[in-house]
């Protein structure tokens, strides 16, 4: 089982959808988490932090459950500029620092 | 402007030839990370450094090698590189702020094909 899972999708969305991610991580000494976009071939950037209280950025909606241990991403009033990879990445300090990555899941929304 | 540059974009080379990629960063970051990417895997950690001169493994450093002799250069050594090491990798480095760290900021990457 991988430490960070996402489903892969693809997820095909009208403009204007709203439309939701969840991530799962498996390790519970996981100390901070990231939402980040990654357009084709190019690098992954930071979309958005997520904390415990929930944050919105936006369009753009995270949440924490430390409990569940999962991440969402919300996604509302999609755009085009909007399809691409989004990344669910979870920092742990037990054993040095690591940045585990999930595989992405891809969007792509259609006018 | 801050940037995590890596340098070649795109190199071909042939088994067993060493090489380097290099990566540089103008932000003063503690934390300096290599990643490789490929389809279906996600990004994949290979080896980080937390500060100059302390380097460590990460999840697939099988046939890497890293230093880290200044605080703004992290380079990625491949000996003797192998076909199953064609691949997207990608550059990092963060800020360490008591005790957790930033997000990463990412170089633009290198496209390594290995025939």
């Known amino acids: 089982r991988k430490e960070v899972e996402q489903d892969p999708g693809p997820f095909n969305v009208p403009e204007g959808a709203t439309v939701a991610f969840n991530c799962t991580y498996s390790?519970?000494?996981?100390?901070?988490f990231f939402w980040y976009r990654q357009d084709c071939r190019k690098e992954p950037k930071l979309l958005m932090s997520?904390?415990?209280s929930g944050n919105e950025d936006g369009r753009f909606t995270a949440q924490l459950n430390r409990a569940s241990q999962y991440i969402s991403l919300l996604i509302r009033d999609s755009k085009l500029s909007d399809s691409a990879t989004y990344l669910c990445?979870?920092?742990?300090?037990?054993?040095?620092?690591?940045?585990?990555f999930g595989a992405g899941t891809r969007l792509f929304v259609k006018a | 402007e801050a940037q995590v540059t890596q340098n070649p974009r795109y190199l071909i080379t042939v088994t067993g030839k060493k090489l380097t990629v290099t990566c540089s960063q103008n932000?003063?970051?503690?934390?300096m990370s290599w990643y490789r990417q490929d389809p279906g895997l996600g990004l994949r950690q290979i080896y980080y450094?937390?500060?100059?001169?302390?380097?460590d493994k990460g999840d697939v450093p099988e046939g890497y090698k890293v230093s880290r002799k200044e605080k703004r250069n992290f380079p990625l050594i491949l000996e003797s590189p192998s076909p199953n090491q064609t691949s997207l990798y990608f550059c990092?480095?963060?800020?360490?702020?008591?005790?957790?760290?930033?997000?990463?900021?990412f170089g633009n990457g290198t496209r390594l094909t290995v025939t």
């Open positions: 390790n519970s000494a996981s100390q901070s």
């Open positions: 990092a480095s963060s800020l360490s702020v008591g005790g957790s760290y930033s997000p990463l900021h």
């Open positions: 997520v904390y415990s």
């Open positions: 990445v979870v920092n742990r300090g037990t054993g040095g620092f690591k940045t585990i």
């Open positions: 450094s937390m500060n100059v001169e302390v380097t």
């Open positions: 932000m003063n970051h503690e934390y």
